[in-house]
């Protein structure tokens, strides 16, 4: 066992940056280590894992507060703490917790008052990131503030709502921009374009400023947005000046943007635009006063388009000098110039009349190498290609982005490790347009549209896509005759969250719906439906969500709350390296399961656990289940057959190894292909539930009555009497994949 604090840590440099302490010699033993894990059973969304641990204190060196404690002034909140287990396989040291200290109280168990103990409370990162109420970020609000950019000197979103008499900045502590004149900020819902499939969608953006007033449809007068820029420090001296805008095109020439860079051979900069098209482009004004065209270029597009000036000293005398405008570099070159560090920005500079001019994501960076927000424009011809060849929309929210690269991206900006595989092309799921919102909403919206599994790993985030829970090979098999189970068994058979009716809606498009209708007959009709909706690209794949959620919704598949093992006695030591491998979606076998169990074979996937660690020789888990079956699918070659649809006993042999059998026409007669066989047969039991399992030599007979002849019964524990008429299916119905 080693347990391990990270006192005075800085929680944004990461796990890696911490120093460690080894508190291991101050574990008080006779008290249990508690741990749990994931989720529990039916739970929607991911849940914080929780430690309780208590650490010897008799010399006060855990008190709050405590001067004469070698960890002063660090016994407090949120302190990084890790508890590993080493197997002694040759494996080292296996992580069963890793978060933050949320409380540790000092008490003084017994009478003596001689023993004091420090009773450690703590929570895993989903823990940390659920404190608070985060305020919700538009996607390029995210992407410019992200944690693995540096450099940003100054940033103003302009998404300031209607009533807004300033420009607030983006950046804590920052200052606003101030308005003089006319500028109002206007919700741009209207503002929508068609992609390529001919989705109407909006931009990266929440509300933009217009300085020609709110009605940008008239003319009316000008107004500007000024902010200050706190000095930069690059050396050598570079910077970069970011910013959305909408054109306006009916105006001759006014300056979009200036901003000002005093000490430098060029005082000040200005983005012009202006008519004819062409003239539009980047001038300085020299310290005479006069104004240089340094760039120009055709700029006629009326829709957002984003801008980038990037300056860099390249040597005492020289400056590298590029102008980038939807992604596009339209100037890369050298001049003759000393540059200054840029000290203000203002917004339409000379408050010219202009009529719907909209900006919106006003940067200044420290860096010659600023980040692009994947505005391409109306006319751009290129868009983004992600890792599979196919087409994102950053500037429009991300849509079309797959679940999992969302989930990834998300992560990144807020400096949140996650560990992931990688999924087929085949298997991901495309979503719509990325809302604003805070971290865990966006992180769950990834979740529930995937029907993936996020939990915590390490002091990060890990994520099962949805094609991993497919098909899993068991990461655990638990032996029961071996004496390798460490509790009761409790089978849960209950319907108190079958749902016969599955209702799924796009968010911000269409529905559809599945229906159990044999279920509905028998139950009454149960309705479900997914809270909030599914973010999806297109309504394309609605029909198929709905049938697959039915899927697992409508089974009646027994459960397993509860599933314990003692990993401490010598017959279940040999699981305790398989078990430290498992986290949420990992599939758990029990085998020889006790007779009066539903089956010989319980088939669960693990959704969470509880393990209570006691002194050095007593360590027992316990696993929160649910049924794996609903997760298997059919695939080429695989064992799955497709269902059948009217077949039933007509007749057994005295042997009951010889049985007729008859079915509709609808189903037709069953195969008689040699190369088809041994198959296993599902008799008896109920929508792919229950029932004797058996496995059949051959079928012969070309009708719809055949004969069938069974080399084993009572595969899975089970053995029963068949009258005529009980039903016969495949053991293990095909069932397509989301």
């Not at 296996?94 to 008052?113: I, L």
């Not at 420090?118 to 995210?142: D, F």
């Not at 398989?578 to 990992?586: L, M, Q, T």
Request: charge should be negative; aromatic fraction near 8%; charged fraction near 20%.
């Amino acid at each position: 066992m080693r347990i391990r604090l990270a006192f005075g840590a800085t929680i944004a440099d990461g796990a890696d940056a911490w120093t460690w302490t080894d508190v291991t010699e101050y574990w008080h033993a006779p008290d249990p280590i508690e741990i749990e894990w994931g989720r529990q059973p039916g739970a929607e969304q991911a849940e914080t894992s929780t430690l309780q641990i208590t650490l010897n204190n008799t010399d006060g060196r855990f008190t709050a507060g405590n001067l004469d404690s070698p960890h002063w002034p660090h016994i407090d909140t949120w302190v990084p703490i890790s508890v590993d287990i080493d197997l002694g396989d040759g494996g080292g040291w296996r992580n069963r917790f890793s978060g933050y200290v949320r409380r540790w109280p000092v008490t003084w168990p017994g009478r003596s008052g001689k023993l004091a103990v420090a009773r450690v409370e703590a929570v895993g990162l989903l823990g940390r990131l659920s404190r608070g109420t985060p305020a919700s970020a538009s996607p390029w609000r995210r992407m410019i503030t992200s944690r693995s950019l540096s450099g940003l000197l100054a940033y103003w979103p302009c998404e300031d709502r209607v009533n807004a008499t300033q420009a607030a900045s983006g950046l804590p502590d920052g200052r606003p921009m101030a308005v003089t004149g006319d500028v109002r900020f206007a919700d741009l819902a209207s503002d929508i374009v068609a992609n390529s499939s001919g989705l109407s969608l909006g931009f990266g953006s929440r509300l933009l400023p217009a300085t020609a007033g709110g009605n940008r449809a008239a003319s009316m007068s000008g107004g500007t947005l000024t902010g200050l820029v706190p000095a930069g420090t690059s050396d050598p001296l570079e910077w970069s000046v970011c910013w959305v805008a909408r054109p306006v095109t009916s105006v001759s020439t006014y300056a979009m943007l200036r901003w000002e860079t005093p000490g430098g051979s060029f005082t000040q900069w200005e983005y012009r635009h202006a008519t004819p098209m062409n003239e539009s482009g980047l001038w300085g004004r020299a310290a005479d006063g006069t104004w240089v065209q340094f760039v120009s270029l055709y700029d006629d597009s009326p829709t957002l388009r984003e801008y980038r000036v990037e300056a860099w000293q390249d040597s005492p005398i020289w400056l590298g000098l590029r102008l980038w405008v939807d992604g596009i570099k339209v100037e890369d070159d050298r001049w003759v110039v000393t540059l200054g560090r840029v000290t203000r920005v203002t917004v339409n500079p000379r408050a010219t009349d202009v009529t719907a001019l909209a900006v919106t994501q006003v940067q200044v960076w420290d860096t010659a190498t600023p980040p692009h927000l994947g505005v391409h424009g109306m006319t751009a011809t290129v868009q983004p290609i992600d890792g599979y060849g196919e087409t994102v929309y950053p500037h429009q929210r991300w849509v079309n982005e797959t679940a999992h690269d969302r989930l990834a991206r998300l992560c990144a900006e807020d400096g949140v490790p996650l560990d992931m595989p990688a999924v087929d092309r085949s298997m991901v799921m495309r979503m719509g347009p990325q809302p604003d919102g805070a971290p865990l909403a966006l992180y769950q919206q990834c979740e529930t549209t995937d029907l993936g599994l996020i939990y915590e790993s390490g002091f990060g985030l890990g994520y099962v896509p949805r094609a991993s829970r497919y098909n899993q090979e068991p990461a655990l098999t638990i032996d029961s005759a071996a004496r390798r189970l460490g509790g009761d068994l409790e089978p849960v058979a209950d319907d108190q969250r079958l749902r016969n009716v599955i209702t799924v809606e796009r968010i911000g498009g269409s529905s559809a719906t599945a229906i159990d209708r044999e279920s509905v007959a028998v139950r009454g009709e149960i309705a479900g439906s997914v809270p909030g909706g599914i973010s999806l690209a297109t309504d394309d794949r609605l029909q198929d969500h709905a049938a697959w959620r039915l899927h697992i919704a409508s089974g009646l598949s027994v459960r397993y709350p509860k599933i314990s093992m003692r990993l401490h006695n010598h017959a279940s030591r040999a699981l305790a390296a398989d078990w430290v491998a498992c986290r949420p979606g990992s599939r758990v076998r029990v085998v020889n399961a006790p007779t009066a169990a539903p089956a010989s074979t319980i088939d669960q996937v693990i959704v969470g656990a509880r393990e209570t660690i006691t002194g050095r020789r007593d360590w027992v888990a316990e696993l929160a289940t649910e049924p794996a079956a609903r997760w298997d699918v059919a695939a080429a070659d695989g064992a799955q057959r497709v269902a059948a649809d009217g077949s039933t006993i007509a007749a057994v042999s005295e042997s009951g190894l010889t049985l007729t059998m008859t079915s509709t026409i609808a189903n037709g007669p069953w195969t008689t292909d040699p190369s088809d066989f041994p198959l296993d047969l599902r008799i008896g039991g109920h929508q792919g539930t229950g029932g004797e399992r058996a496995t059949v030599a051959a079928i012969s007979g070309n009708g719809l009555t055949q004969t069938v002849t069974l080399y084993v019964r009572a595969v899975n524990g089970i053995s029963r009497a068949w009258s005529d008429g009980t039903q016969v299916d495949v053991w293990a119905p095909a069932v397509a994949a989301l």
